[in-house]
């Protein structure tokens, strides 16, 4: 297993850079190609999340394993403003940055573990993890 | 102490001043990658030297970390490596450990330790600019990518496309749309395809891009076909929720091809001898 890669998200290039990592992290843990593009779409809407409404933040991509399975796991955090109402921001179309406000409904549904911690001024820890089949 | 080390400095200046032909001549031969650098290296090591003697005496290193600045940047242009550049620059304690052997005066060995120690400060230096020159052309590279610009071809009378290729960010996309809104303009197209097999995850910013591009094109009055549309992308978009309402979309740019020709009234038929067959609409 190797170890996990941290990234920093500061700008769109970053956000590049974590999609291409996420994406050779998704092969090495061999997840089907769907699944691939599934898991690096995500982390693209949450880097972009981390981006957007916080200034920038940080990504953490590792490989996990439960029993005979393998999966990866991505955990993003940033220091920004927080979210006050999570079961809002989980709404399909709800948007406070001009999106189609399906980046974080859709995550949720891309991958198959999906956890939102944040509260207002306290930043946000997304943590998704998706297994191999 | 202090009175020894002033002599040994004293030795080693005196010796770089009474032996300079023969220390940069050594000094060449070891930096120098072949004899066609040689001619080019020989005249940057000698102003390198002569800074390297002003500033022992001055104590003023700024002249002399400007040469050396430049000689690693152009060293990092030329491809050489960094331990070679910065080789380069260590070789000259080689040169000069040679005329301090000869001498063979306690003053001048003393005096050679504390150059060495000015030599690999300036060897640092240049690794470092090295570095910062190499991250300057990587940084170049990565505007220059950005800027080439996308494509908007014509396939038919009346039928234009945009291969999109790679990274679909905000800056993009906007010149993405001016050019083919452009296009369509100029060349009176009626049908547009935007093909985005080279671009390797539609997340939701992409759709976005891509929706906005499809309804301005149709406030102009052309209809867009999205093509390239892989069975994994199809997938994501899917359980991401994005919907494309009634865009239409193909899986392959022969199929957007095929959509529009028929949607302009092209007819083609696929004999053993290939036939086009263009038929005048009635009005």
């Known amino acids: ?133 | 102490m202090t009175v020894h080390a002033d002599a040994g400095r004293r030795r080693i200046e005196e010796l770089l001043r009474d032996h300079e032909e023969r220390i940069l001549k050594r000094w060449l031969e070891s930096a120098s990658g072949g004899p066609a650098d040689r001619s080019d290296l020989a005249g940057r090591l000698r102003d390198v030297y002569h800074a390297l003697r002003d500033s022992l005496e001055s104590g003023d290193t700024s002249d002399l970390r400007g040469l050396l600045a430049d000689l690693s940047r152009s060293r990092a242009r030329e491809g050489h490596s960094p331990t070679a550049t910065a080789v380069a620059v260590f070789g000259v304690k080689e040169a000069v450990y040679e005329i301090v052997e000869a001498d063979g005066g306690a003053e001048a060995l003393r005096g050679f330790i504390w150059f060495t120690k000015i030599v690999d400060d300036l060897g640092l230096f240049t690794f470092e600019t090295y570095a910062a020159a190499r991250e300057k052309i990587i940084i170049d590279q990565a505007e220059q990518l950005l800027e080439l610009s996308t494509p908007v071809v014509k396939l038919w009378e009346g039928i234009v496309a945009v291969p999109l290729v790679g990274t679909l960010d905000s800056a993009r996309t906007q010149v993405v749309m001016e050019k083919l809104l452009q296009t369509l303009v100029d060349t009176g197209s009626e049908h547009a395809v935007i093909d985005i097999t080279g671009v390797p995850a539609v997340d939701t910013q992409v759709a976005q891009h891509l929706l906005k591009t499809v309804v301005a094109a149709r406030l102009m009055g052309a209809e867009c076909v999205i093509s390239g549309i892989r069975p994994q992308i199809a997938h994501t978009i899917v359980t991401l929720g994005i919907e494309f309402g009634d865009i239409v979309t193909k899986a392959s740019l022969a199929d957007a091809l095929a959509h529009a020709l028929r949607r302009s009234g092209v007819e083609i038929d696929s004999g053993r001898r290939t036939r086009i067959a263009v038929r005048a609409e009635e009005v």
Not at chain 1, 19 to 39: F, I, M, N, P
Not at chain 1, 98 to 126: I, K, M, Q, W
């Open chain 1, 1 to 133: 297993m190797t170890s996990p890669a941290e990234l920093p998200i500061t700008g769109n290039g970053d956000v590049v850079l974590v999609r291409q990592q996420v994406r050779a992290t998704a092969v090495e843990v061999g997840l089907s190609l769907v699944d691939q593009t599934k898991v690096v779409t995500a982390a693209s809407e949450l880097a972009r999340n981390a981006l957007v409404y916080a200034g920038g933040g940080r990504a953490r991509i590792e490989i996990v394993h439960n029993g005979a399975r393998s999966g990866l796991r991505l955990t993003f955090s940033d220091d920004g403003p927080g979210i006050p109402d999570i079961e809002q921001a989980l709404t399909d179309g709800w948007t406070t940055g001009g999106g189609l406000g399906l980046g974080l409904s859709g995550s949720r549904r891309l991958v198959d573990e999906f956890d939102l911690r944040s509260a207002p001024g306290e930043g946000t820890l997304v943590t998704v993890t998706k297994w191999a089949r």
